[in-house]
């Protein structure tokens, strides 16, 4: 089982990126909750954004709200997290993260699955 983050690059700040995640040997069905955390250089991981399995969607950090959108596609078995008018601080590793149920905690081990991460870089 295993989630993997892509989409992350390097733009500049006030651009956007969307990034995936894709699920494999799993179904990332409602019965799930998904979260975005992300880390950067010198800095705790924290919780961006999280898209309960309700349908329900919770920013972790107010410095992402109505910039940061989560969304999935069950589909296509991928969550994804739009990003807009980025800044700098920004810039970090981006990993998604899965859980059986209706809730969001704030720390990652509190997840089943946890996927490796996708580099975002924000120039100014």
């Known amino acids: 089982f295993q989630l993997q983050a892509s989409g992350g690059g390097l733009v500049e700040a006030g651009w956007s990126l969307r990034l995936s995640c894709a699920a494999s040997?799993?179904?990332?069905?409602?019965?799930?909750?998904i979260a975005w955390f992300r880390q950067a250089p010198g800095r705790e991981r924290e919780g961006v954004s999280c898209?309960?399995?309700?349908?329900?969607?919770?920013d972790f950090q107010d410095s992402v709200k109505g910039r940061f959108t989560v969304s999935r596609d069950a589909t296509k078995n991928t969550v994804y997290l739009q990003m807009n008018s980025l800044k700098p601080e920004d810039s970090a590793v981006y990993f998604c993260?899965?859980?059986?149920?209706?809730?969001?905690?704030?720390?990652?081990?509190?997840?089943?699955?946890r996927g490796q991460g996708t580099l975002v870089t924000v120039s100014s």
């Open positions: 040997g799993f179904t990332l069905d409602y019965s799930y909750s």
């Open positions: 993260a899965a859980r059986r149920g209706d809730s969001c905690p704030s720390t990652l081990m509190q997840y089943d699955y």
């Open positions: 898209f309960r399995s309700s349908g329900q969607s919770t």
